[in-house]
């Protein structure tokens, strides 16, 4: 049961990932490519690898969580890792399906506040789920930075 469970997390994480992609995909030839991008912007090709590796560490991550005894904080944290995973969603959305790069950059802000409270509730449950947490932590720290500066290149695309 325990695996079934962890599948069942993994599918969860990857589900979100792939719908964010059917809104990423479409654009990255056409829209995204004609954005002025900084120096630091990394090639295209690069996402889907990260982020699948993401999903399945933040699968992991829940997967631990969930299978720790019942109480308020487990439950706590649970209810965050939804509310992250669903912020999460919402960027891909924000900014590749409606090309609002701003409302994008203050969507991962919150997102960015989401994973730090979900990591750190999740480091009172079980520290090997709060570590699982920061390489995704990091990279939507990275995704940010880029975020802002695409924002600030482009300022008439929104």
Known sequence: MRWLTLALWIIACLAVGGLGGRWT????AGWYRTL??????PPSWI??????????LMAIAAWLISRMPDSQLRTLALA???LQLALNLAWSWIFFHRHAIGSAAL??????IAIA???LIFSR???TAAWLMAPYWAWVTFASILNAA???LNQTAG
Do not use: D, H, M
Request: charged share 10%; net charge neutral; no cysteine.
């Open 47 to 56: 996402f889907g690898p990260v982020w699948t590796t993401l999903y399945i």
């Open 36 to 41: 002025a991008k900084p120096s630091f912007n």
């Open 125 to 127: 449950v079980s520290s």
């Open 25 to 28: 995909a479409p654009e990255i």
């Open 117 to 119: 409270a979900t990591t």
């Open 150 to 152: 695409i924002w600030r």
């Open 107 to 112: 969507e991962v802000a919150v997102l960015w």
């Open 80 to 82: 965050f890792f939804v």
